[in-house]
């Protein structure tokens, strides 16, 4: 059974930091491309953070760069995403994605991240 597991959310001060783990289980992780979305209330999900299946790419929405930074550790099934100088218009839902074709494609049941002083 695919499973992915956002944790690491919370309530932070703007200038903040939080990590969000996703921890997966049910397929082969160290071949699935990991991406981490966020939905703000009224708004649609955007795509912020892809890491490739090896970890040597990376690519990042404008208005997260230079504050985010995603990982992966393929020896424990997790990818990461350290947020810093975390600003209110951050405050979102946040999904990890794992794909690998249309086939291949699982959520995880989001995290909330909100931030406010």
């Known amino acids: 059974q695919v499973r992915l597991v956002e944790s690491g959310g919370g309530l932070v001060q703007p200038g903040g930091s939080l990590r969000l783990s996703c921890a997966a289980s049910g397929f082969t992780f160290a071949n699935y491309f990991m991406h981490w979305y966020r939905r703000a209330a009224g708004n649609e999900r955007e795509l912020i953070a892809t890491?490739?299946?090896?970890?040597?790419?990376?690519k990042y929405e404008d208005s997260v760069k230079g504050r985010f930074t995603i990982s992966r550790d393929n020896a424990k099934n997790t990818v990461y995403l350290q947020m810093n100088n975390l600003k209110p218009e951050d405050t979102a839902m946040y999904y990890c994605?794992?794909?690998?074709?249309?086939?291949?494609?699982?959520w995880g049941q989001g995290t909330q991240v909100t931030v406010s002083p």
């Open positions: 994605n794992a794909r690998a074709g249309p086939e291949y494609d699982y």
């Open positions: 890491i490739s299946s090896g970890g040597n790419m990376k």
